[in-house]
């Protein structure tokens, strides 16, 4: 909110009719396949039951409602959980996949993955192992099982994608931003298809820190009910397979993404940031709030949220559609949720059937219109509410065929066989550096937190909150225009103390854990500076530097926005988990829209197949193993005034098949 009026960002719109959902998949409690789940959510039944957590979590738990156990580990050799969980939901769709490879090509074909919690649970393991004074397992790789790209990857392999591959982590609206930004991807002209997904597996250290913040019932939960009493945390994967063209049942036609800017775990009191969201995504796809049938909420089960996000629907919409949360059946997915809920929306408009909210009587006063149980409803817009820490907020607009077929009959943006380059201006460029802090360039730098505040927050959020004071010395608008996080590891170090916590003490700590999530940055930034709009966290291992880059120069090519802020940063690892050292070191980049006669262009090109004599290594040692030390070399020219290329990917090569993303960097001399 910005003097007191709603600021509508169109980061998510997508033109024509929308973008076909060619084909859906599904793992969690209800089932492990798309249609056992649907079968149970819309029969009305739950999956939730009582678990006691052991043996393949590691460490017992008692008292919370989770769900139905995997295959154990043995039946697929050296993958985590989360892995194993990613692989039972995506190899339902490796037929459609490996079809869209064939019609557009492989390198048109990419995955945006959506994760709050990455792969913690084999890392819990782990650590315990190290503080007994043990071994770490022998079959536990921090590179593939904890850093967040490790599942992306190997699902990319498995699919046989060789288009760009990323994963968004913001915590609960992880997989709704990850629909957004494969819906940009398309509408640009970036990609012809787009596998999107969420995954989280259930894990000690999400059970303990929401049962730190208060908010987990000891019973299933009950969204919206007169006597809801908190969230149960379930786990899941769920896909989809986004098209250019082809025939589905419903279309994915906008996501409203807004921050609340007002605290870390708790939602603005009015609702405001999921007002904010719901109302882009109509306005957006030009949708009046009273064509909207069937809203699938949030809806966790907590007292506060519950009511909050339910007065922001019915502001939003005058007549209220059918509302429930699928919750009641799945829990909280977390980073899964997102693409979970839309499946089930995507569902509900194939089979002129609203999901249930479940039988607990509801709640006094809610002026919505809650659907107890599943009932018909031709629905031809429905909307899907993922609402997270660091006050994330997503909503997901979908259409049916009878819409798109009035809207269109092609999405819009570039549809071309061949990779194609991206191309902006780069306005100014800072490093953080552990021997070389930034030097202010258009001014003294101004503090964005306040004394307390930083030294409160993690060595990765202080490197963060440098370089966006340095962007903001030279200019740069931080209150109104996107920013983009980018980090393979995000906050290491208040993981380890959390996992420390939680050996000592069996208890977690509710301000480590909510500043533990990959976007922490993200929402302390957003907060500071009052930015109610876009912003995103990525992680892509090596990639991380080349595909937040390309995140942005997306968002600026789709037109909502003429300046966008990067910020890419790693921590320095301490951690004995991590089997590669290096030193902290973090860039920023200030990108605006091309427009003619500017000094600095920057063009990002689709990778190459390139050799060791390509790469520019990083001089000092102790940094060569950050995964984002490649954006040194792009600060360096940019500050030398130089024409260059540069090839990502940093000393070691990590990309799906042995290619690198690289930028040409040229100048117009004065």
Known sequence: MTGGRLRCYASGVFCGPGIPITSMALANCLGLSLSAALEQVFAGNTGLSQQRLAGDLAAPYSGVVGVAALPRASAQPGLSRQARLARAGAEQLFGAAKAACQRWG??????????????????????AALRQGADIPRDYSFEKQHAFNGVADMLARDLGLLGPTYVVSTACSSSAKALAAAGRLLAVGVVDAMVVGGVDSLCLTTLLGFQS??????????????????????????????????????????????????HMAHPHPEGRGAEQAMRQALVGAAVEPGEVGYVNAHGTGTLLNDAIEASAIARVFARSPLVSSTKAATGHLLGACGVTEAAFCAAAIERGSVPGNGAARLADGLAIDVSQRTQSRELDY???????????????????????????????????????????????????????????????????????????????????????????????????????????????????????????????SPLRFQHSVHNTAAGILSIATQNSGFSTSVAAGMDTTAMALLEAMVVLEHGAYTDVAVLVADEASTSALAGKKHRAVGAGFWLRRLRSGQRARLSLHAPRRTHGADLVPEPDASLCHNPVVDALELVRA????????????GAEPSALDGSRWSVELQRDRA
């Open 106 to 127: 492989a390198a048109r074909v990419g995955l945006v993955l959506g994760t709050s919690t990455g792969g913690i649970a084999a890392s819990e393991r782990a650590y």
């Open 213 to 262: 913040l208060g908010v987990v019932s000891p019973q299933a939960c009950r969204p919206f009910a007169a006597a809801r009493d908190g969230i149960t945390i379930g786990e899941g994967a769920a896909f989809v397979l986004l098209e250019r063209e082809g025939d589905a049942a419903a279309f994915l036609l906008s996501v409203g993404e807004s921050g609340d800017a007002h």
């Open 638 to 649: 940019f500050r030398a005034a130089e024409t260059s290329s540069i090839v990502f990917g």
């Open 382 to 508: 429905v909307v899907s509410n993922s609402l997270a820490f660091g006050g994330s907020n997503a909503s997901v607009l979908l259409g049916s065929r009878r819409v798109a077929k009035r809207r269109g009959s092609a999405l819009g943006g570039r549809a071309i066989s061949e990779p194609i380059s991206l191309r902006c201006e780069l306005v100014d460029a800072c490093v953080w550096h552990p021997d070389r802090p930034p030097e202010p360039a258009g001014g003294p730098l101004a503090s964005l937190l306040s004394p307390r505040a930083r030294g409160r927050a993690s060595a990765l959020t202080q490197i963060f909150t440098t370089l966006l004071e340095h962007l903001c010395a030279s200019g740069f608008d931080a209150a109104g225009s996107p920013l983009i996080y980018g980090s393979a590891y995000g906050e290491m170090a208040t993981t380890i103390q959390l996992l420390d916590v939680q050996a000592a003490t069996g208890q977690s």
